[in-house]
T-cell receptor
Framework: KAGVTQTPRYLIKTRGQQVTLSCSPISGHRSVSWYQQTPGQGLQFLFEYFSETQRNKGNFPGRFSGRQFSNSRSEMNVSTLELGDSALYLC????????????FGPGTRLTVL | AQTVTQSQPEMSVQEAETVTLSCTYDTSESDYYLFWYKQPPSRQMILVIRQEAYKQQNATENRFSVNFQKAAKSFSLKISDSQLGDAAMYFCAYRSAPQGGSEKLVFGKGTKLTVNP
């Protein structure tokens, strides 16, 4: 089966810039969640989309935003980048079933200089 | 809010031996799911095993099994016959159960497992 695709895999930006990350879930799956992973804070929930609607949002500043398209692809945007935004950004999609477990993409490594 | 605690930042095990990774959680909910995820150095997060809170029977997947103690809010992972490929970061995760609700996972900080040949 096809997996979760994230692009780009690596990204280097400078402070003050903005960035857009993309996630394409497993074909047919409508739920997409985003997580930020850093050595200090671990894995933190950013937001979740279902059928183009944001269903839940984590405790992140308004500089972090996202959206989902009708084909279930999702993007997250970070504006006015800060050094602390350097992280691995993971996208996960839900596989329908008893456990509704989530499958993760390979992540986008963002480095802010 | 739910929290997940993994008290062992690092663990090591000899190849072919057994190791147990600890996880405790805090919640006021009665129904929920618990998961163990593995993240090898390649970074792709892989689901290892899951447990539904209302099921008393501990989940097992080949060499991986859990010890789920609901009253103690404990969810440990046992890896039997450890293999070099088991070396990775292991994350314990919690998710509320209600159908149609959020899929948000709450993760522990992780345990780095080293497997020695």
């Amino acid at each position: 089966k096809a997996g979760v695709t994230q692009t780009p895999r690596y990204l280097i930006k400078t402070r003050g810039q903005q960035v857009t990350l993309s996630c394409s879930p497993i074909s047919g799956h409508r739920s997409v969640s985003w997580y930020q992973q850093t050595p200090g804070q671990g894995l933190q929930f950013l937001f979740e989309y279902f059928s183009e609607t944001q269903r839940n949002k984590g405790n992140f500043p308004g500089r972090f935003s996202g959206r989902q398209f009708s084909n279930s692809r999702s993007e997250m945007n970070v504006s006015t980048l800060e050094l602390g935004d350097s992280a691995l950004y993971l996208c996960a999609c839900r596989v329908s079933g008893l456990y509704n477990e989530q499958f993760f993409g390979p992540g986008t490594r963002l480095t802010v200089l | 809010a739910q929290t997940v605690t993994q008290s062992q930042p690092e663990m090591s095990v000899q190849e072919a031996e057994t190791v147990t990774l600890s996880c405790t959680y805090d919640t006021s909910e009665s129904d929920y799911y618990l998961f163990w995820y593995k993240q090898p150095p390649s970074r792709q997060m892989i689901l290892v095993i899951r447990q539904e809170a209302y099921k008393q029977q501990n989940a097992t997947e080949n060499r991986f099994s859990v010890n789920f103690q609901k009253a103690a809010k404990s969810f440990s992972l046992k890896i039997s016959d450890s293999q070099l490929g088991d070396a990775a970061m292991y994350f314990c995760a919690y998710r509320s159960a209600p159908q149609g609700g959020s899929e948000k996972l709450v993760f522990g900080k992780g345990t780095k497992l080293t497997v020695n040949p």
